[in-house]
């Protein structure tokens, strides 16, 4: 147990939906990081937060927004849903944003969109 | 450009070492290798990093050559739970962890 907890588990919805993915860092840790896991694009950085704040961005869609709350817990919210954006979606949290932090991922969360 | 090439897959006996090779000929000064794993579908585990030195834990040994253009990752004696997508991935201390396409290791009975 990596002590990052992703809810929910899995999530069906249809296209054009909104849904919101929670993750729980673990202990002590202040940076939250979000990933996507398709089968043709492999595991893709998507965007972290250290602190409540944003940190770094990756291959994040337009149509896809997280937030870090003061308590630490991050929410990716993904919303005129696709196809495409069926895929597993990770969280895996830091304690610090930078130096030689090893990044401990959760379970993640198997989004089908029908 | 990918910063590490890694062989797409390999197979190792159970109870065998098992060496993953990882070429980062670009490598700079300033950049640390790192080894993540992903057992099927679940969430990556982290494994091992260094910097030039060898480094070993509980999990694995890491040694990386002298001109640090390559390394392999070391797991001494492979069991079918070490069946996974392997991850060599070179950054600095403040550069985000970007996985690249892994090596799958198939430890067989």
């Known amino acids: 147990d990596s002590g990052v907890t992703q809810t929910p588990k899995h999530l069906i919805t249809a296209t054009g939906q909104r849904v919101t993915l929670r993750c729980s860092p673990r202990?002590?840790?202040?940076?939250v990081y979000w990933y996507q896991q398709s089968l043709d694009q492999g595991l893709q950085f998507l965007i972290q937060?250290?602190?409540?704040?944003?940190?770094a961005k990756g291959n994040i869609l337009e149509r896809f927004s997280a937030q870090q709350f003061p308590d630490l817990h991050s929410e990716l919210n993904l919303s005129s849903l696709e196809l495409g954006d069926s895929a597993l979606y990770f969280c895996a949290s830091s304690r610090n944003p930078s130096g030689n932090e090893k990044l401990f991922f959760g379970s993640g969360t198997q989004l089908s969109v029908l | 450009d990918a910063k590490t090439t890694q062989p797409p897959s390999m197979d190792c006996a159970e109870g065998r070492a098992a060496n993953l090779p990882c070429n980062h000929s670009t490598i700079s000064g300033n950049e640390y290798v790192y080894w993540y794993r992903q057992i099927h579908s679940q969430g990556p585990q982290y494994i091992i990093h260094?910097?030039?030195n060898n480094e070993t834990n509980e999990m694995a040994s890491l040694i990386i050559t002298e001109d640090r253009k390559s390394s392999t990752l070391i797991l001494p004696h492979a069991t079918l739970r070490d069946t996974a997508v392997y991850y060599c991935i070179v950054k600095t201390s403040y550069d985000k962890v970007i996985f690249g396409p892994g090596t799958s290791l198939s430890v067989i009975p």
């Open positions: 937060y250290y602190n409540g704040e944003e940190r």
């Open positions: 202990s002590g840790d202040l940076s």
């Open positions: 260094g910097l030039k």
